[in-house]
């Protein structure tokens, strides 16, 4: 009997894997009369791999497929998804595939992407992945006419407003992605690319300012405090702050702020550059230390250099009445080992909230 894997390890199928999937089987639709019940598509990694595929039909020289993406043990908002290709014949336009997006599909309106503003938002290596399946099968069919291959997501619009799509200007849908075709669980490789992705694009919309945040809640928090700030400006970069901040530095951006909460201020303090909770444990002798620099007494500081977390720390001093104090100085602390990490190369500014997203304290650097 075959072993289950063990959950949260089984592999998925990208949007733009998916997406060729559905192009290759109405393309070959076109060329036999019929649309296939299964296909086996090349993946951009150049692996061979069966989908399923749904709705096919042939009339009037056009073919549609769908096929159902599944993200296997990474869920996302794209997960189930209907990956919809049609495709049909251009005459008179010997061997072109052209590549169209339908409803669903997002519309690029900014630049920074690598993708053409006004087209489709399909990044580059699906849209090659793509023409290359419609290519391996139409054969002869080129020779005398070219092809035409929308790809659609019924629901497309809706999934979108779950994403970050609409701050790097993709209005209307999700994106085609994928770079190897397979979604690998809960990949960190993915929301690393994707906190670059956002600082980038900030730098080539102009942007100087680039907010960075821990997470949801702090996101919200910042963007009451700084409304005149675009979208673009702002990034959750989750636990990658070395990769967020390397990036602000390469690309010029002058003005950085980083909105976080205790527990992760204090890993920042402390020089990680990984603030996951299962990286490193957080200092509690800095706490306390910073505890110690506001007023509190030694033994208020010996039960939070005991203590597990930073936050027990920060209710130790809110009952003290010192909160405000405190948050203060870990802002400093933050912005002092920033400061010397990446000396001159942009200014630093703090905000900090609590677990309700209610403001603890602002601190900006002294100086550029």
Not at 91 to 105: C, E, F, N, Q, W
Not at 139 to 150: K, N, Y
Request: net charge negative.
């Amino acid at each position: 009997m075959e072993t289950q894997k063990p959950k949260g390890t089984r592999k998925g199928y990208t949007t733009g894997a998916c997406s060729a999937a559905a192009a290759r089987a109405a393309t070959l639709g076109l060329v036999v009369g019929q649309v296939p019940d299964e296909i086996e598509c090349q993946l951009p990694n150049g692996q061979m791999v069966r989908f399923a595929v749904m709705d096919g039909y042939c009339a009037d020289g056009c073919a549609h497929a769908v096929v159902i993406k599944d993200a296997g043990d990474d869920p996302d908002v794209t997960d189930k998804a209907h990956l919809t290709a049609d495709v049909r014949r251009l005459s008179a336009m010997p061997d072109a595939v052209l590549l169209k997006g339908g409803v669903g599909v997002g519309l690029v309106t900014m630049r920074g992407l690598g993708l053409e503003v006004g087209g489709p938002a399909i990044n580059p290596v699906p849209r090659r992945n793509i023409e290359e399946n419609v290519r391996a099968v139409a054969g002869a069919l080129l020779d005398s006419d070219g092809l035409e291959v929308t790809i659609s997501v019924p629901g497309g619009e809706e999934m979108a407003k779950r994403t970050l799509n609409a701050r790097l200007g993709i209005i209307g849908g999700i994106s085609i992605l994928g770079t190897t075709g397979i979604v690998h669980p809960y990949s960190t490789a993915a929301f690393r690319a994707s906190v670059i992705q956002g600082i980038e694009v900030a730098a080539k919309q102009g942007q100087d300012t680039v907010v960075l945040t821990t997470g949801g809640r702090t996101e919200k928090f910042v963007m009451r405090e700084l409304p005149q700030l675009a979208q673009s400006c702002f990034v959750q970069m989750g636990d990658f702050l070395k990769y967020a901040l390397d990036t602000a530095a390469s690309h010029g951006i002058r003005h950085l702020v980083i909105g976080g909460m205790v527990g992760k201020l204090t890993k920042m303090a402390q020089g990680e550059t990984i603030t996951h909770a299962g990286r490193n444990a957080v200092d509690t002798d800095l706490v306390a230390d910073i505890a110690a620099a506001v007023g509190a007494s030694p033994e208020v500081c010996a039960g939070i250099r005991a203590a597990e977390t930073a936050r027990f720390g920060a209710e130790q001093m809110e009952q003290l009445g010192l909160a405000h104090e405190f948050h203060l100085e870990l802002g400093r602390r933050v912005i002092n080992t920033l400061a010397a990490r990446y000396p001159g190369k942009f200014t630093l500014r703090v905000l900090i909230c609590d677990f309700e997203g209610n403001k603890l304290a602002e601190v900006e650097q002294d100086h550029a």
